[in-house]
Structure formats: C-alpha cells, structure tokens
C-alpha cells in the first residue's frame, strides 16, 4: 500500500519544481534531447506509522505526565517527541529520484548523491528488506559493479525501464 500523505511536507526548492514542471513524471525523451526526470518516493502506511509513533507517544505520555503533576518529566517527554520529529523529517523528507542525462539523482532528507547511468549494470525490481532511501517495500535494486542502491519510486516500471534505456 502506497500513502501519499507526506507529499504535503515535502519541500520542493524551486529549481526541482521547475525540473518537475517541464518533465513529465514517466515519459522518457530521447537521450540527446533529455530533460531531468523526477520520480518521487512511494511511502507506505506503515513506514509512516512508524515515524509517527516516538512523537505522538512521547505527546500522549508527556500530556499524561502533566495530568498527574510531572511537569519535569512532561517536558523531557516532549522534547524527546520534537527531536525524534525532527531527525524523522531531516533524513526522511523529501524523497526523489532524479534521471539526469549521465546520472540518477538519489535524495532522501538530507542525504544526496548520484549514481552515474554508466556505471549501472542493472536495475530490477525487489522487496528486499536492506536499507536504503526508500520509504516503501515496493523497491528497485539499482546494481554497480561495487554496490547495490535500494531506492522505491511510486512507478517502478518506468523508473527502470527510464534507467535502461537511457544507459543504453
């Protein structure tokens, strides 16, 4: 299952969304003429539960702390809350994948690097469970001749095919 909630909190700079404006999300143009080609992350429900659950319980247990008199402990409760958020959302958002004309563009928060397109040997679906900038298990396994690069864009199929053709 897909979940597309967090597309609200992702920030765009504004030469990304030019990028976005002029390509469109899956068409793959020839190599010579190629534009940028941004493929957001899918997110899944319950990757989105569980960034959720340290803040909203750290709420619900700092909000029972100050009920029955605990002021100190309330506020480390919430500030214990505000950090888990804030590392959640620095590492987490946003989420893309960009297919430049030599490179994928992989950014995850504040994380982002590129793989170049010759370097890749092959870009297959996968649900593998291995770490990666991915926020769902419906993911591609990018393949180098020195790493694997787990990422999940919401149209997997054009996002392999748009690698494979491109590396051509």
Request: some cysteine.
């Amino acid at each position: 299952m897909q979940f597309d909630l967090l597309d609200l909190l992702t920030s765009t700079n504004p030469r990304e969304q030019r990028l976005n404006d002029r390509a469109p999300e899956t068409t793959a143009s020839p190599p010579n003429d190629r534009r940028p080609v941004v493929y957001e992350s899918a997110i899944d429900r319950w990757v989105v539960a569980l960034l959720l659950l340290t803040p909203l319980a750290s709420l619900g247990l700092g909000l029972y702390a100050i009920v029955i008199g605990q002021p100190g402990d309330a506020a480390i409760l919430f500030s214990t809350g505000a950090l888990a958020s804030l590392v959640s959302v620095a590492f987490a958002l946003p989420c893309r994948y960009t297919v430049l004309d030599d490179a994928v563009s992989i950014r995850c928060g504040l994380i982002c690097y590129q793989v170049p397109l010759a370097d890749i040997v092959s870009a297959e679906p996968t649900s593998t469970l291995r770490s990666g900038p991915a926020l769902s298990l419906r993911r591609v396994a990018i393949k180098t001749h020195k790493r694997t690069i787990i990422v999940s864009p919401k149209d997997r199929d054009a996002f392999i095919t748009d690698i494979l053709t491109t590396n051509d």
